[in-house]
């Protein structure tokens, strides 16, 4: 939802009522918004700024907003597309994903065929993020770090993920198989240096998974 994408609607609500909504329908989110904001960016500073960017721009838009609908997803539209905007031209990452080098390493028809009953589950991995876990997850390209944690971590659907970054829903499918994979690459060393086997632990994974 970049900000020439928001049309202004005509008032849906009044004055108060933009308040109580703001504070009844956004403000539960902000621990959320943060956490997602800080892992995109990995600074506090730009984080709290990149927050507070996107509830300006929520408020500013709020009668574009359907009270009742999922306001947790229509901020995480906001700040991703904040991010991209005004944030993501100060990283360090590469502005894109070469989505062809990844495809040759891994290549396979199934990707995109990933059946939804594989997805890991938010409680679990929310219990897994440690130091090493966060630092695979933070060294991982941007466009495949978010889709790790608007599903993984989040909770999001893949519906909801489509359109919080605006890319079809195979094509969620296929990043998240691809980022799962190269987190799990990045965890071996870990998972070595604990004392596990990698050969056992990728049949566990698959297990998990």
């Known amino acids: 939802m970049e900000e020439e994408e928001i049309v202004e609607?005509?008032?849906?609500?009044?004055?108060?009522e933009k308040y109580a909504v703001f504070d009844k329908e956004f403000m539960p989110h902000i621990d959320s918004m943060y956490n997602f904001a800080f892992r995109l960016t990995n600074d506090e500073d730009d984080a709290n700024d990149l927050v507070q960017d996107t509830y300006l721009k929520a408020f500013r838009f709020i009668n574009s907003f359907e009270r009742g609908t999922n306001a947790k997803a229509w901020l995480f539209r906001i700040l991703k597309n904040s991010f991209i905007n005004d944030y993501r031209k100060k990283s360090k990452e590469p502005s894109k994903v070469d989505y062809h080098d990844v495809e040759t390493?891994?290549?396979?028809?199934e990707d995109a065929e990933m059946d939804a009953t594989t997805d890991l589950r938010t409680e679990t991995v929310q219990d897994m993020i440690g130091d090493e876990v966060a630092n695979a997850l933070n060294s991982l390209p941007v466009d495949f770090r978010t889709v790790i944690i608007l599903c993984d971590i989040e909770g999001f659907t893949y519906e909801e993920m489509a359109k919080i970054l605006d890319i079809p829903i195979g094509t969620v499918r296929s990043r998240l198989h691809r980022a799962r994979n190269l987190l799990k690459e990045k965890l071996k060393g870990y998972a070595s240096s604990m004392g596990y086997k990698t050969q056992e632990l990728e049949g566990e994974e698959e297990d998990f998974l």
């Open 9 to 16: 609607v005509e008032a849906r609500y009044s004055e108060k």
């Open 105 to 109: 390493t891994y290549n396979s028809t």
